[in-house]
């Protein structure tokens, strides 16, 4: 890496690595990189009350001895409680991505909820899933995908809970090797099949804690990508883990979401000899990915489009926004398409281009100006029937926040007020807008030369742009 440090290299790793936080110094590159690593080196867990619902056989044998009509509504009361508490992590880690420290790990988190994409009814599921995800988000990949393969959100959701010796369910199995490792062309379907008797009794107890239960294990010999053995599931994972494509499958996929979507094959093979020689370093890979020049290049084909929550969290974190009815965030991430915990599948959401259609467009760039309450939510969530998009259409829909506005100018106040349009818009875009944009810029005016009613109207102009929706 060079040691030459410009502010937009600055703006552009802490736009792509810090959820579009602003930088408040302007130390090198190499400084930044360490300092983005500390901050995320302890994991703590999401300050989120521990879900409360009726677990176990006991309370289900209760609700055997209940009449029908009482047990439906028992039912329907825990379903509609399970979804409350789903909401409410996902609220909770939100906020704890828009105003905690630590943000490189929840940005890495993040991308491996959506790698190792998982939606189950069960809270505690779900809170102890991404947990896991953000425990390991920065540490080694084998000990995390062995972590996250344990988890009971994922087995009921892959169905590996019915895995059983006389009636074996490949779901999980192929997943493991097509979406978490290998990749689609790196394995056969006759691995899928011995894979599976592999993971045979692995599952979940009535507490939802993982079980092995070896009276339904197939304890028999397989053959696994041409090695054999008495199999179970451990030791599928390490024969994964020991194929290259596994190192490079997961390089290329980080290289497309952080870097660019156009792949460059001679960087990524050169990251997965790193990646792989290091043992699945996640933190080794990141770091040898953002000390690369390359990374900085904002070339067009490096420009990447924002997922839903790096935008409604990158507006939260850059101007200090926080809603004022928190269910509001749950409105927001429907509409735009993702709603955390509740990916559309298990290869989770597509991504890139697949985030933006006309509507969604739209909503996005009027966000901003929703959240400072100078527009009014117009825009309607689709209705999937799924029930939990029926729960979140129906809440609150004012998306409006309290932001401190004197203390986001506080940021310009040395800055003359003629440049404020290009200083506002090269911290906030990662690409310039049009000189006849900028013309606009330039022409806004306010009432009394108030200036943090200036920098107020600058700053959500330049945020409803097209080009704030890259990153």
Not at 60 to 78: F, Y
Not at 201 to 209: H, L, Q, V
């Amino acid at each position: 890496m060079k040691d030459r440090t410009s502010q937009s290299q600055l703006n552009h790793l802490y736009r792509r690595m810090g959820l579009s936080t602003v930088p408040s110094h302007h130390k090198s590159l190499k400084k930044s990189i360490a300092e983005l690593f500390k901050d995320s080196e302890i994991y703590t867990p999401l300050d989120h009350k521990p879900v409360s619902e009726m677990e176990g056989e006991e309370n289900m044998n209760k609700m055997v001895m209940q009449s029908d009509s009482v047990r439906e509504d028992i039912k329907k009361r825990l379903m509609k409680e399970g979804r409350e508490n789903i909401r409410n992590l996902n609220k909770t880690w939100v906020n704890k991505m828009a105003t905690g420290e630590g943000i490189l790990r929840e940005r890495m988190a993040l991308f491996w909820h959506g790698h190792f994409a998982c939606r189950v009814e069960r809270p505690k599921f779900v809170q102890s899933y991404i947990e896991t995800i953000r425990k390991h988000a920065l540490g080694n990949f084998g000990e995390m995908l062995l972590a996250v393969s344990k988890e009971p959100a994922m087995l009921q959701f892959l169905n590996n809970q019915q895995n059983r010796k006389n009636s074996p369910n490949e779901n999980f199995a192929r997943e493991v090797m097509e979406l978490f490792t290998l990749g689609i062309g790196n394995y056969s379907e006759t691995d899928v099949k011995e894979g599976a008797r592999a993971f045979t009794g692995w599952g979940f107890d009535a507490a939802g804690s993982f079980q092995f239960r070896p009276k339904i294990h197939d304890d028999s010999a397989k053959s696994f990508l041409g090695q054999q053995g008495n199999f179970q599931g451990e030791d599928i994972i390490r024969i994964l883990l020991e194929k290259k494509e596994t190192a490079h499958f997961i390089t290329a996929k980080i290289y497309r979401t952080f870097v660019s979507e156009v792949a460059d094959s001679k960087r990524i093979d050169k990251l997965t000899d790193g990646f792989y020689t290091s043992g699945y370093d996640i933190s080794k890979l990141m770091h040898n990915i953002l000390e690369s020049d390359w990374f900085y290049e904002t070339t067009a084909e490096n420009l990447l489009i924002k997922s839903p929550i790096e935008l409604l969290v990158g507006i939260q974190r850059t101007l200090g926004a926080t809603f004022t009815d928190q269910e509001s965030m749950l409105y927001v991430q429907k509409v735009l398409g993702q709603v955390l915990f509740y990916p559309p599948n298990v290869a989770g959401w597509p991504g890139g281009r697949n985030w933006i259609d006309s509507s969604s467009l739209l909503f996005r760039m009027q966000l901003p100006a929703l959240m400072a309450g100078t527009e009014e939510v117009k825009v309607k969530a689709k209705d999937s029937g799924d029930v939990n998009d029926l729960m979140v259409n129906r809440v609150n829909k004012n998306a409006k926040a309290t932001i401190d506005w004197s203390k986001w100018a506080a940021g310009f106040e040395k800055d003359e007020v003629v440049k404020l349009p290009q200083i506002i818009a090269s911290q906030l875009l990662a690409v310039d807008p049009s000189p006849e944009v900028m013309k606009l810029l330039s022409e806004i005016k306010v009432e009394d030369n108030d200036r943090i009613r200036l920098i107020r109207k600058i700053t959500l102009s330049v945020m409803s742009l097209p080009e704030y929706q890259i990153v």
